[in-house]
C-alpha cells in the first residue's frame, strides 16, 4: 500500500511558475512508474507527464513547459511547471504504478487566470 500526498498548487498568472510535489508513504525505488495527471472541469482526466528510472515522457500540451523529477531517497515525484497558460488549469494527480496496483493521491488544485 502506497499513500500518495500532493502539495504545491495554488493560483498563479499566466506566464508564472509553480512546483507540484508528490510524497509517497513508502519506499518508491521499486516503483517502475510514475506520474502526473490532471482533470479540469467537464473534461477527462489525461496525463501530463510519466517518469520511470530511466527516461520521461510528457503530454505535447507541456513539453518543453513543464518537468517531472523523481527523488527515489526522499520518496517524492515532483512537476515544476513553468510558463503556465489558463489552460493548464485543473486538478493534478499524483500516480504511481506498482506491480499490478495503481495508487492515486488526493488531488492539488492548479489555477492559471490573471
Known amino acids: 500500500q502506497v499513500q500518495l500526498v500532493e502539495s504545491g498548487g495554488g493560483l498563479v498568472q499566466p506566464g508564472g511558475s509553480l512546483r507540484l510535489s508528490c510524497a509517497a508513504s513508502a519506499s518508491i525505488s521499486s516503483i517502475y512508474l510514475m506520474g502526473w495527471y490532471r482533470q479540469a472541469p467537464g473534461k477527462q482526466r489525461e496525463l501530463v507527464a510519466r517518469?520511470?528510472?530511466?527516461?520521461?515522457n510528457y503530454a505535447d500540451s507541456v513539453k518543453g513547459r513543464f518537468t517531472i523529477s523523481r527523488d527515489n531517497a526522499k520518496n517524492t515525484l515532483d512537476l515544476q511547471m513553468n510558463s503556465l497558460k489558463p489552460e493548464d488549469t485543473a486538478v493534478y494527480y499524483c500516480?504511481?504504478?506498482?506491480?499490478?496496483?495503481?495508487?492515486w493521491g488526493q488531488g492539488t488544485q492548479v489555477v492559471v487566470s490573471s
Open positions: 500516480n504511481a504504478q506498482k506491480g499490478l496496483m495503481t495508487y
Open positions: 517518469i520511470t528510472n530511466g527516461g520521461t
